[in-house]
């Protein structure tokens, strides 16, 4: 049963974290080449803030083959902070109701990873990135294109993969994402998710601006 019970922690652990090359040669990029790139990665730059409901089915593909539901929302507020809130977890998930998710945020990656290459293939720029820290992460790997980030994948040294694809939406005149599907393969674990987004409430700088 100890053993269950770590699994599916560790499990709940992966799942909760989501929430979420090129045919052109892959050069060092300058400085003009990644301005582009976090300008794609900012399509929503008229945005002060956003919240949306968050639905997510996960999956485990390994044992002990568990599927739940998990509800709750997303809180995104520029410069940077972009955040899941869960309404009610699992036993086994107790401790992650509340995680922070900027990596998912393009303009924050300058703070968390050194960009190794941009290159660009019909209407997708590929960007691969190293970890600022050395650890587990071996390397991230990321496609944008007009409607922000729409893949991003974590590559782990122990042959891990984190995987996330997002398909956005317009809503409001903004690309926001509609939904995102994960596949999170580590050694002993798979895990899949899908989640999708509703009720968005959109704060543009004009909005959130005082009144004089």
């Not at 803030?49 to 539901?69: C, E, I, N, Q």
């Amino acid at each position: 049963m100890r053993r269950v019970r770590t699994a599916l922690q560790r499990a709940a652990l992966i799942a909760a974290s989501i929430a979420m090359l090129a045919d052109a040669p892959a050069t060092a990029p300058t400085r003009e080449e990644t301005a582009k790139m976090l300008a794609l990665g900012s399509a929503r730059a008229a945005v002060h803030s956003y919240t949306s409901k968050l639905h997510v089915d996960f999956a485990l593909r390994t044992f002990p083959y568990l599927r739940f539901h998990l509800e709750g929302r997303i809180e995104y507020k520029r410069p940077n902070m972009y955040s899941v809130h869960f309404d009610h977890v699992p036993w086994f998930g107790k401790g992650f109701e509340n995680m922070r998710m900027d990596p998912l945020e393009p303009q924050t990656w300058p703070e968390h990873y050194d960009i190794a290459s941009i290159a660009h293939s019909g209407e997708r720029t590929h960007v691969e990135m190293l970890d600022k820290v050395p650890g587990n992460v071996k390397g991230v790997h990321a496609e944008l294109d007009d409607d922000g980030l729409r893949r991003i994948q974590w590559i782990y040294t122990n042959g891990g993969n984190i995987d996330v694809r997002v398909n956005p939406a317009i809503v409001e005149g903004v690309p926001l994402p509609a939904s995102e599907d994960a596949d999170i393969k580590l050694p002993a674990y798979h895990v899949v998710a899908h989640a999708t987004f509703s009720d968005y409430k959109i704060v543009t700088d004009q909005a959130a601006a005082p009144e004089r």
